[in-house]
Structures are given as structure tokens and as C-alpha cells.
């Protein structure tokens, strides 16, 4: 499974990023996908996740009612809106696609993306 993230830049806080993440390979529908992020000199946390068919969704604490991650099982698309964002959400944003439970931990993931740079000026 190959994953690609895109959709980052830089933007004022309060603004709005809707990240995307491709994939390709195995079928797309089968995995769990998520979303991490990793600051400068941080570990690399838990953002948020989505499960096979999108029924059940989890978010870090830190963007619950910021952030909406979905997905189109159609077109192998993952997505992650980001509204409302602060200078501490400036991290390298990274999508990846789980085989197992639980999908809110990083070591459930088989594949990861090469991660998309958010930047948030204050």
C-alpha cells in the first residue's frame, strides 16, 4: 500500500487545511486509516482516525470539534479538515492505513505516508 498526504501550507491561525491522502495498492477499504502529526523535537501523536467503512471515528483531545477526518472508499481518498487552527497545530501531518485495532495508536499501522507540512502563523 502506498499512501501520499497532500494539502499543507502555510496559513494565519484561524484559518482553515483540508489535508488528502491517495492510496493505492492493496484494497483501500480493508484498512483503518489515520492521521498523526509530528512537531519540531515532539513525539509523533495521535490526530485522529476512521475505521473501515467509516463508521466510527476518533479524535486526539487536543482538535475534537477543530478536526474531521472522513474518507471516500470510492476514489481511495482519506481526508483531514482542519478548522480553527492554532500556531500549535505546526507539525508535519502524516496519513497511514491500519490492518488492526486499536486505530488510535501509532504501532497499529502497517503504512505510512511521506507527511504534508502544516505551518500556522499566530
Known amino acids: 500500500v502506498q499512501l501520499q498526504a497532500s494539502g499543507g501550507g502555510l496559513v494565519q491561525a484561524g484559518d482553515s487545511l483540508r489535508l488528502s491522502c491517495a492510496t493505492s495498492?492493496?484494497?483501500?477499504?480493508?484498512?483503518?486509516m489515520g492521521w498523526f502529526r509530528q512537531a519540531p523535537g515532539k513525539e509523533r501523536d495521535f490526530v485522529a482516525g476512521?475505521?473501515?467503512?467509516?463508521?466510527?471515528?476518533y479524535y486526539a483531545d487536543f482538535v475534537k470539534d477543530r478536526f474531521t477526518i472522513s474518507r471516500d472508499n470510492a476514489k481511495n481518498l482519506v481526508y483531514l479538515q482542519m478548522n480553527s487552527l492554532k500556531p500549535e497545530d505546526t507539525a508535519v501531518y502524516y496519513c497511514?492505513?491500519?490492518?488492526?485495532?486499536?486505530?488510535?495508536?501509532?504501532?497499529?499501522?502497517?503504512?505510512w505516508g511521506q507527511g504534508t507540512l502544516v505551518t500556522v502563523s499566530s
Open positions: 476512521i475505521v473501515e467503512g467509516g463508521g466510527s471515528r
Open positions: 495498492g492493496r484494497t483501500f477499504s480493508g484498512y483503518g
Open positions: 497511514a492505513a491500519s490492518t488492526h485495532p486499536p486505530i488510535t495508536l501509532s504501532s497499529s499501522y502497517d503504512y
